[in-house]
């Protein structure tokens, strides 16, 4: 297992680093250190002068990949990409190109972020799998059919018109919750459970259908058949017997995500008003904040890396006929 | 059924427990949400409820500010901020049309003196070579408290010497324990002069004031030296002397600039020139600082009517009455406590809110105390009267929210790059085209499509208000324009027809080479807007004239690179002024400001020789009837030449709920909230009053959830009455 964990390790160099060169080579391809320092100095009599003071200030006077003014291997060193990329690998993020410390803003922006990602994420499970356990019951009924064409509609809407018909009826029109905002402690409660409750329906029926698909495979083994002739009753065989049995494919798309919910959601955070990391990335892109960017591509390439060490993990631990080796 | 799946079932068992106890906690939340229906409070307030009758402003922002460093900042939306915290040498009259300048922090008006060749005194300006500025501030002002300023009983700084491990043990700015302050003194006018060439400042305005301010430059030199031999200590600008600007005594200041430049006065009112202590450089220098995010950057040290007490950008930007503001009344004229002592307001809270709708929908609700009218909601705001006029709608008039509109000091158009060889020159047939494209483009209908009709038709480059810009039925455009039974209408179709075969053009074909003319207009892309409506829009105004219209958008930086090379042809541009003087706005088209050759901001790169030597006599004649007749001749030259098809100045419109007094509309006055009054008891009223709880939608869900326990029991019923199905294994027969 060990052996195996260090050698996914190791698989997983090479792909953050090719991440790193592709994320270099599409934003400096889209943006110039030109384009960031006028970005940052404003629109108006901005000069050559002032353009290169920015550059040389925040380190983007280099070349991005290859320094053909020097010699050697310093032409790989004393460029753009090898002096932000190495304090990134050893996660130390420095500051924003307006001068903000990113690792605190990590830090103070992961709680909403959190806060928002793990309910809803928790909360679209259970549905999904209360649901799509319901459909297997009472399946070739109408209230199955009723079921299927719920989650197809859910489906097809798209998440903005459930955040803004969501904030029309529950905040605007009823006034329970307030429309937008956060606050930390227990006051965020009123603030998140809209998000929340948007975040799980809008995932809803796509889960809930792959799920009975699932559940439906199982429901036609032969231990379900024995378990209806031991007389045990259709709720006992889905939650007790098809629920187990079906997990182990649900665990893989489920654990996988677990690491991610840490990036927040660009959407929600952005119109519900709170700090999390998605609406940080979401302005880092709009005000070409190259150093914010990269860390959070970084960021999420590694965790996505996790999430898959973490599934092959679960894997082992749910299911011993799997050997990491 | 694997075995090492049971502790899967056993977490159903325990979910089964959780969800037991979960329901017994939903009925009570569902209890207590009923119960507090009753409360005096609406649920869906989003602010505390201790600060329900607080008499605090409720703000918000969507775009967070990337710096308040008085010296950096240069955006709108960073000055509503920075405008409360720092004061500067002059203000802008809160009340008064035109636009008039007023001292803030200094004793009266800057007195000016105009020097010859010989750097003797000269009244003419226009033999003037260099002036000087000499500023008497007011004594007695004392900046805010501030960790900075902290000094022990032996007149030392408390925290201007921390050693790195000591320095690790602040994260925020309070947790600094003691606080400081001092008086304000013409040092600080000059030290913040001299923090415009720092290079470790990287000020916007450096290139701009060191062709003005005397040896700007060579400061600039001498600090870059001095960071290339040690660039890791930070600078003390207090170490290089400065022939720019003198401290004189105390209280007064001197600054020198290379040349006339009367508009310098208007800088005077703007953040670049706040006072800056010394102490907080050193202060913000110390290790470790700038990655607690604790830098000038983000905590500002000021001596205006309030100081920053939380300053999270992601979230909420909260000011306070700064303690040691120095007295200041608000002026005669004012509906409310006119004479009385300013900032009314206690606390001012600016929330982040990225999204128009729900920005919309909170100041209905009564969570914003202000808000302008954003495209999606317009209609639902406002609506035209039978004169043509804008009202609120009775909805939000009945609720006793004010409209204010104003004309904003900027304008957009469409440039033609005068390098061009079709669009672009002196020559009679360009500007035959050039004007035969001003009539057909009706911008009016733009502003009706795109605007909502918020924009005035321009005329020329001044927008009303500036001092200079003529207004009322004669101040039109006679090449566009003409006044027909005393009434202004647009020149004709034909007309324009006429002026392009005149052209080389008739019907849209090049006589030349006998091919049809093709134009292309380059524009920024705005996410904002519904390009494709507006591109249809331009080609059918081209089309009028059968000229064909290729559509070039961009990103803005790709745009921009396009206007310094020089690269287009036809673009869509604007200016927001600086200053409300007509030399903000003509030198726009002043030649050696041309944007391809000399990197200025003319970006249609406009030559003539008579407009340029006018302009050099306008920008430097004091306001008076000589002034006037320059700035007319120079407008009238342009609109003949028409390097700009000239599009709109921008009119906005602010709404303000009815417990808000005070609000004038006074687009360059960033900190009109230092005026302003609120009434919170009312506001509470009006919140409750407008946020009822809705509580049917509950019933319905807890009927809708019933009638799906009621099938699922019924189905449940079913399957238990069922006969139990035979099991067959495949291939053997029933098993029974």
Known sequence: MLIYLLRKILYAIPVILAVNVLTFMLFFKLNSPDDMARMQLGQKYITTEALMGWKKAHGYDKPVFYNTQASSWHAFTDTLFFEKSVKLLIFDFGLSDSNRDIGQDLKTRMGPSLAVAIPSFILSIVLSIVIALFMVLYRNTGFEKFLIVSCIILMSISTLFYIIGGQFLVAKTWHWVPLSGYMPGWGQFKFIILPVVIAALSGLGANARWYRAIFLEEINKEYVQLAKAKGLSGFQIAFYHVLPNGALPILTGVVVLIPSLFMGSLLLESFFGIPGLGSYTIDAILQQDFAIVRVMVYLGTVLYLLGLILTDLTYSYVDPRVRLE | MYCQGCWIAACVDKGYAFLSKLREQFIWLILIFFLSACHHQPHNNPYPSRDDKANVYYGAFSTPPKTLDPAKSYTVNEAQFISLIYETPLEYHYLKRPWALKPLLAEGLPQIRYLDAQGLPTLDRLKAKSSEYIIHIRPGIYYQPHPALARDTQGQLVY???????????????????????????????????????????????????????????????????????????????????????????????????????????????????????????????????????????????????????????????LIKNPNFHREKLPQGLAHYAGEELPKIQGLEFYSEKESIPRWNKFLQGYYDQSGIGSDSFDAAIAYNAQGLPELKPKLRDQGIKLQISTEPSIFYLGFNWQDPIVGGADPKAQKLRQALSIAIDMQEYIQIFLNGRGQLAQGPLPPGIWGAKTGSDAFNPFIFKKE?????????????????????????????????????????????????????????????????????????????????????????????????????????????????????????????????????????????????????MVAEVQEDAPWIWGFYPVSFQLSQPWVFNNHANPLVNNALKYMALDPEQRFKSRLARNKLAVWPLWLMGLTLGLIMVCLWYLHRQQKNKKPASISIKGKGPLC
Do not use: C
Not at chain 2, 183 to 199: G, H, M, N, Q
Not at chain 2, 281 to 301: C, E, K, L, T
Not at chain 2, 513 to 542: C, H, M, N, V
């Open chain 2, 160 to 318: 201007a010497h921390l050693s790195p491990a000591q320095a690790q043990h602040y994260h925020q700015i309070s947790d600094f324990t003691q606080t400081g302050t001092r008086e304000l003194t013409a040092d600080d006018f000059v030290y913040e002069i001299k923090r415009l060439a720092s290079p470790q400042v990287q000020s916007p305005i450096y290139g701009l004031m060191s062709g003005h301010i005397m040896d700007l430059a060579h400061l600039r030199a001498r600090l870059e030296m001095q960071m290339q031999k040690n660039p890791k200590t930070p600078l003390d600008l207090r170490d290089y002397s400065f022939s720019g600007a003198e401290v004189l005594d105390r209280y007064t200041y001197r600054i020198r600039l290379s040349d006339p430049y009367p508009q310098f006065m208007y800088w005077l009112a703007m953040s670049f020139f706040a006072p800056y202590p010394w102490e907080a450089d050193r202060f913000y220098s110390q290790p470790g600082f700038a990655h607690q995010n604790i830098s000038i950057d983000w905590v500002p040290i000021g001596t205006g009517p309030y100081q920053l007490s939380q300053n999270n950008p992601n979230a909420l930007l909260q």
């Open chain 2, 485 to 633: 039974q005393g009434q202004v209408k647009r020149r004709s179709l034909a007309e324009a027809q006429k002026l392009l075969t005149e052209a080389g053009y008739p019907n849209g074909i090049d006589v030349k080479t006998g091919k049809p003319l093709k134009l292309t207009l380059s524009i920024a892309s705005d996410s904002r807007i519904d390009e494709g409506t507006l591109y249809t829009w331009f080609i059918q105004q081209f089309a009028k004239l059968n000229i064909e219209l290729n559509i070039e958008s961009t990103t803005y930086n790709r745009f921009q690179d396009k206007l310094n090379s020089g690269a287009t042809q036809i673009f869509f541009s604007g200016w927001l002024a600086d200053y409300p003087d007509p030399e903000n706005f003509l030198f726009l088209l002043y030649g050696p400001n041309g944007k391809v050759k000399y990197g200025g901001e003319n970006i249609s790169n406009y030559q003539n020789a008579d407009f340029d030597r006018e302009y050099l006599a306008m920008s430097r004649l004091r306001k008076g009837p000589e002034r006037q007749a320059e700035i007319d001749r």
